[in-house]
């Protein structure tokens, strides 16, 4: 049994800080309790914060081949399938080289506190192959969210389409378009409906930038929201411009939106209304996106997240909010049994030092990765620094 004692310890799904020891055994955290606990397996948490390791809830870990490509061109040119800079990388890079690149980005993301990443991955069941291979021997947990070309085929008929995707689905967790953009209404609920048969995760980029919201309703009469939720997705990856029915739609469908402010930063559509999103009782992620446009380091998207709403609203956010995107509204949105530390829930824990008295804003603000003294996935030790 590995005890953690003598550390301010984020608990539950609020993230409360207690003068806590955590027991775990098997993988999990079986007891968290101020008494002491007897073991000679314990991890001295003096003078640290301990919490839980993040989640990132949207990435592209097959662009890390692609890094700083393409800056300073249109959205469409980098990204848009199947022809954009990024695609057209993809389909040229060998793959060992791809597979080298992904490896990268998991260890970086283990430096950087996180232990779970939710993946969407091109190229078909080959894509998710070399995740996989790429992922050998790393202490990494993917949701991998697959794709196969069949989806941007408008001819493709009905009977077609399912085949696929049911073939897709055997090797990964869910499946994820690209957007409105390149695949019919019909297609999407297909996508839904099998991913909703086998207990999967259905995702969807919307609203991403202000072009493809006016695209959408120019031609649908409906915002990309609007149809993604009439789909049936329940997880909305970017929201930068939503219209003002699209929070309440969200919201009633028990959807979670990930927000990339880094990422739409960079790209130059926009700031993510994380305010608003929250004043409407949205369930926020945060992702970092590509891995050609960002690190997936969260503790930089918390940081951006944090002050860019600041400025852009004009109003207070608390960096309590922002920490449980990265780490327990995931949980929240399906029912993990990881991202928050409580009793019978995966351990995956991380001690860093305690920088400042404010403990969310000691994370956000301040903490770097080599303030970073245990990373902890499934009750396994990482890494001591």
């Known amino acids: 049994m590995l005890v953690i004692e003598n550390g301010l310890v984020l608990t539950g799904r609020d993230l409360n800080p207690e003068k806590v020891n955590i027991a775990i055994e098997d993988g999990v955290i079986q007891e968290i309790t101020s008494d002491k606990i007897s073991s000679p397996d314990k991890i001295d948490a003096s003078g640290c914060i301990v919490l839980p390791s993040f989640i990132n809830a949207h990435t ?28 057209q990388i993809l389909e040229s890079s060998s793959s060992p080289d791809l597979i080298q690149s992904m490896k990268n980005a998991m260890w970086e993301m283990l430096d950087t506190g996180t232990t779970t990443f939710i993946d969407y991955r091109e190229g078909g069941i080959g894509g998710i192959k070399l995740l996989e291979k790429a992922s050998e021997d790393i202490p990494i947990n993917k949701i991998v969210l697959g794709r196969d070309s069949i989806i941007f085929d408008s001819e493709a008929n009905e009977i077609e389409v399912r085949s696929k995707l049911k073939k897709l689905l055997k090797h990964c967790d869910g499946i994820a378009p690209s957007g409105f953009g390149e695949i019919t209404d019909e297609t999407a609920k297909i996508i839904v409906e099998e991913c909703e048969k086998q207990g999967k995760i259905a995702s969807i980029h919307v609203a991403e930038h202000e072009k493809v919201q006016k695209d959408s309703i120019e031609r649908t009469g409906k915002s990309e929201v609007e149809r993604a939720v009439e789909s049936g997705f329940k997880l909305l990856i970017h929201l930068t411009y939503p219209q003002k029915l699209d929070f309440r739609a969200i919201y009633s469908n028990n959807a979670s939106v990930v927000c990339c402010p880094r990422s739409n930063g960079l790209l130059s559509v926009g700031i993510p209304p994380i305010m608003d999103m929250l004043h409407n009782k949205i369930n926020i992620l945060l992702g970092t996106d590509n891995l050609m446009f960002n690190s997936p380091n969260m503790f930089r998207e918390m940081e951006y997240a944090l002050k860019t709403t600041r400025g852009y609203s004009k109003k207070y956010l608390s960096p309590l909010d922002v920490l449980k995107m990265a780490t ?21 824990i991380m001690l860093v030092k305690q920088l400042s008295k404010n403990p969310w804003l000691s994370i956000i603000n301040r903490t770097e990765s080599k303030n970073i003294i245990c990373l902890i996935r499934k009750g396994k030790i990482v890494y001591m620094r």
């Open 60 to 87: 592209h870990i097959g662009d890390a081949v692609a890094m700083d490509a393409g800056d300073g061109k249109s959205i469409d040119d980098i990204v848009k399938p199947p022809y954009g800079i990024k695609h």
């Open 328 to 348: 327990t509204n995931v949980s929240k949105a399906w029912g993990l049994d990881a991202g928050l530390i409580k009793e019978g829930y995966v351990a995956d």
